[in-house]
């Protein structure tokens, strides 16, 4: 078996005046052994594409393959096989942390010691501590140890460190990549760009419920045309865009809306060595007055804005 996961057309909509489509005809293969990830803003489809995955909400319509099984067929063989850490998991205040996972390894016919899986997430030193007394982002890790305690050979991450300080969410990332060097299947969804870039070996970007880009990160990021940013800023607007596009090794401009009177610019160019001199020419020819500039690596969230035209948070207050 190549593929953990295969989605054909997968369609859901929700009734009402007017109807929701929530996922509108998603195409993905998950592989063996990879972590994928799913990114868009909140209201994109990709927390119901997980649900319907993780066998939580049936499809309108589609094909979905779950370690070459169907919900439909074998729900039971798919659960032994998968574990799953939900966006918010609600967990037993009064159980300990140990009590807590015996539970969850009691779901299993087979898996992990709960202590092994205590130790995976570094949590043994709060074995006997009651859930209550836990943090933050160690409530999260206990929530990945419950995930991991059946020994699944596919992990569902819904925003796994989403909120976490940054020492807990580097402390997950060890945790899912041990995971993954053993040759098992993660597939998880993220606000953090930086994130999918640490660890995902594939990504897909879902935006109103259809993918409108996957690949590895470093493929993605050659698709906008550059491996490297210009940003500037101007106390007024700048240059009209065709001016911009036809400076050198240029390939694509992205004019940001003002704040606070600053108008921000960004360039992906191919060659920053050739572009800078050229657009310092080119400023100084107009009105506008530099305010700032800054050369960087063209990451992730650079594609996501050249292909929606926003930023991944902006749109993270609609509804899902």
């Known amino acids: 078996m190549s593929d953990a996961i295969r989605v054909r057309d997968l369609v859901k909509t929700y009734p009402g005046r007017p109807a929701v489509e929530a996922v509108r005809g998603i195409a993905l293969d998950v592989r063996v052994g990879e972590c994928f990830g799913l990114l868009g803003p909140n209201g994109a489809g990709k927390t119901t594409t997980l649900e319907i995955l993780e066998g939580l909400t049936d499809p309108t319509a589609g094909e979905v393959e779950v370690l070459g099984r169907t919900w439909r067929r074998d729900p039971a063989g798919i659960r032994e096989r998968i574990g799953i850490s939900l966006q918010e998991t609600r967990l037993a205040d009064k159980l300990?942390?140990?009590?807590?996972?015996?539970l969850f390894r009691s779901f299993y016919a087979d898996g992990l010691d709960p202590d092994a899986?205590?130790?995976?997430?570094?949590?043994?030193?709060?074995?006997?501590?009651?859930v209550v007394k836990l943090s933050g982002g160690q409530r999260q890790r206990l929530a990945v140890a419950c995930a991991l305690v059946g020994d699944p050979e596919l992990l569902f991450l819904d925003e796994?460190?989403?909120?976490?300080?940054?020492?807990?969410?580097?402390?997950?990332?060890?945790?899912?990549?041990?995971?993954?060097?053993?040759?098992r299947t993660v597939m998880l969804t993220t606000h953090y760009m930086d994130e999918a870039e640490r660890l995902c070996d594939r990504v897909a970007i879902v935006d109103h419920g259809t993918v409108i880009a996957s690949g590895t990160p470093a493929e993605l990021i050659l698709q906008i045309g550059g491996e490297h940013i210009i940003d500037f800023t101007l106390d007024r607007p700048g240059p009209p865009a065709d001016a911009l596009h036809a400076l050198p090794t240029v390939r694509t401009v992205r004019a940001d809306p003002p704040r606070d009177g600053v108008h921000g610019y960004s360039l992906s160019v191919a060659e920053p060595h050739r572009a800078l001199p050229a657009l310092l020419a080119l400023l100084q020819s107009s009105a506008a007055q530099l305010a700032g500039l800054t050369t960087r690596t063209a990451t992730l969230e650079d594609v996501f804005v050249t292909l929606t035209g926003h930023g991944l948070r902006d749109a993270e207050g609609t509804a899902s």
Do not use: F
């Open 160 to 183: 796994p460190t989403t909120g976490l300080d940054p020492q807990s969410r580097r402390q997950l990332w060890d945790v899912i990549n041990d995971y993954k060097s053993r040759g």
């Open 96 to 102: 300990t942390v140990r009590e807590t996972v015996t």
């Open 117 to 130: 899986a205590i130790a995976l997430v570094t949590l043994q030193e709060k074995a006997r501590a009651h």
